[in-house]
């Protein structure tokens, strides 16, 4: 047969073909397919990865992970499973107490939380300073209010003694005189600078000229002069009294006159308000006249 030299090209005689290991085909006609032919024994198709049992991976790739792979059946039956509180392996040790899981992933130390980087570390669904870890962080400390300082110590937009912080200090607990020239509640501001003075007739002013000033629309500007100063008021109501005639007080003249006796012992009479210091408002031949500091006068 095929050692007779007659023989040499007959099919009966040809080589066998070797096995490819990743085709599917039985390419030496052995009966064996791939991986299942011993041929393909050292074949780097055919090397698997053995399963790990503890490490809920599946390294072999057949769908089955740690102690579920069959190929883990003997050394499950003593291997600690670490995170399902149970002595798996019978030791007396469970989970992570059992040092077969020190290295395992459910037994490593939580993270500290970082009280300033946003982050919820040790992941108890706390992150910052909402977490009790930071109670004790000076990140997380609030800073009290100084009510004598003039700063915002504490960041809520209420300085000093306008702090609700400070309610209780004594030196935040008086009003404001807003006549004295000293800063009675302590707050770094002073008679008409003090906003608790906002409402009082020495620091309230409107524009009895220009009868502006007032809150409300329907409310007109007056101004009573005396020879110390000068208050302001709204009022509602409108006088009647014009220009030069008797009057008792401010509110019964026209809106822009105000009641002022000329001199001592004088009747008083209506008389026009002007700005001190500009001109064309007064008329014949009368000029703005009243004290040198003052804001207002009358037109004589």
């Known amino acids: 047969d095929c050692d007779d030299q007659d023989c040499v090209n007959h099919q009966a005689c040809a080589e066998p073909q070797d096995e490819i290991c990743d085709n599917e085909i039985d390419d030496d006609d052995d009966g064996f397919v791939d991986c299942d032919d011993t041929d393909c024994a050292d074949s780097e198709h055919c090397q698997t990865t053995p399963e790990i049992c503890d490490n809920e991976v599946d390294d072999d790739n057949d769908g089955f992970v740690d102690c579920n792979d069959s190929d883990c059946t003997d050394e499950c039956e003593y291997l600690e499973i670490c995170d399902n509180e149970i002595d798996d392996d019978n030791d007396n040790y469970t989970d992570c107490d059992d040092q077969d899981c020190v290295n395992h992933q459910a037994c490593a130390e939580p993270q500290d939380e970082i009280c300033d980087n946003e982050i919820d570390d040790d992941d108890d669904g706390y992150t910052d300073c909402e977490d009790l870890d930071c109670d004790s962080d000076p990140v997380c400390q609030t800073q009290s209010e100084d009510c004598y300082n003039g700063i915002d110590d504490d960041g809520d937009g209420n300085i000093d003694c306008n702090d609700t912080d400070c309610n209780t200090d004594p030196n935040c607990g008086g009003d404001e005189d807003c006549t004295n020239f000293l800063d009675d509640d302590s707050d770094g501001l002073s008679d008409c600078d003090d906003p608790d003075c906002s409402t009082d007739p020495t620091c ?67 008389m026009q308000v002007c700005h001190m210091g500009q001109t064309g408002e007064c008329s014949n031949n009368t000029s703005c006249q009243g004290a040198p500091t003052a804001e207002f006068g009358t037109c004589r």
């Open 204 to 270: 309230f002013t409107c524009d009895p000229v220009d009868d502006t000033g007032c809150v409300d629309s329907n409310e007109h500007c007056y101004i009573d002069m005396g020879y110390t100063g000068a208050d302001f008021y709204c009022e509602s109501t409108t006088g009647t009294l014009g220009l030069g005639e008797e009057c008792n007080e401010t509110i019964d003249c026209e809106v822009g006159l105000t009641c002022r006796g000329g001199g001592p012992g004088q009747t008083a009479t209506c």
